[in-house]
């Protein structure tokens, strides 16, 4: 069994249609949160997430897009994250909303032998902390972890990707496949294929992405940073 989880989407169209071109159909599909946000195309992003995706949880985006409310973005991103917020309300319809409200903060799924947690930020604080499991002590980890009965733990929201495991359990960041912040531009995902667990790259191209951003009717500084990311991958 093969299972592609990738997560901090972002409303990156250019980034899904990517993953089409090196991936066939999986048996099943996780996303850790975070259609939205950020970029150009949240409607048709999420239209792909409702139509495709086997299990998702709700990211900090999806949460403040549907609901109001704050934004779990580092200092440096906020603004951004708020201003683009206004152009993803300007394209959302009532029922996409309504799917976001719905989706679980956290999930537990049992497939190929295998018990997977999703949450988008932390086991414990889904939609307001970051967790750098990475960098954490084992003494954290093991914290952390406390209580989740699974094999495979997966979190997004860093952006970054990872794989770190504590005893038997592995925990998983798959990065961004929208906008990825760890120095290079490559979309990430992860892939869990009969036990065994990996970090794939993907080489495309963002610049019809960033085109796109002088549509969103957002500051020129703005927009720039935006693109700079796209760009940069930071």
Known sequence: MRILI???????????????????????LFFIGDAVGYGPDPAACLGWVRAHVTHAVRGDHDHATANGGDLASPPEYRDLAVATREHTLRQLKPDALAYLRALPTTTQVELGGAKFFLAHGSPREPLTRAFDFVTASEDSLRAEIEGVDADVILLGHTHVPGIRRVGKTHIVNPGSLGQPRHGLPSATFAAWEDGHLQIHHIDYDPKPTMNKLALMSLDPEMAERLREILEKGM
């Open 6 to 28: 990738f997560s901090d989407l972002h409303a990156n169209l250019e980034a899904l249609a990517a993953l089409h071109a090196v991936e066939k159909p999986p048996d099943a």
